[in-house]
């Protein structure tokens, strides 16, 4: 089992930045895949980034909606077991909770059902 737990939420401006954490423990060595996505108030959970990386280490690549792209960037800290998502010129529509996921490599990682394990979300809110 791994056990995934989100921090970093909170109310900010629009224009604003926040960076999000998701923190992993347990069986971490079965997890290449990490990613985020994100449910807003009456809407479905939607992907938001995502970073995997190789089994022997050999770097990593990054997966990004295009209605974050150029906003939002997705990093990891191998050592701390622990992901990041630095979200810069937000706006109204990133309203929403943000759930952190991990899983293998292999699958499509733009997917709900690729991940094994969630966090609990964390609220992200930004005003206009």
């Known amino acids: 089992q791994v056990q995934l737990v989100e921090s970093g939420g909170g109310l900010v401006q629009a224009g604003g930045s926040l960076r999000l954490s998701c923190a992993a423990s347990?069986?971490?060595?079965?997890?290449?895949?990490m990613g985020w996505f994100r449910q807003a108030p009456g809407k479905e959970r939607e992907f938001v980034a995502a970073i995997t990386w190789s089994v022997i280490g050999s770097g990593s690549r990054t997966l990004y909606a295009d209605s974050v792209k150029g906003r939002f960037t997705i990093s990891r800290d191998n050592a701390k077991n622990t992901v990041y998502l630095q979200m810069n010129s937000l706006k109204p529509e990133d309203t929403a909770v943000y759930y952190c996921a991990a899983g293998p490599l292999g699958r499509r990682v733009t997917i709900e059902g690729s991940y094994d394990y969630w966090g609990q979300g964390t609220q992200v809110t930004v005003s206009s």
């Open positions: 347990g069986r971490t060595s079965s997890v290449y895949t």
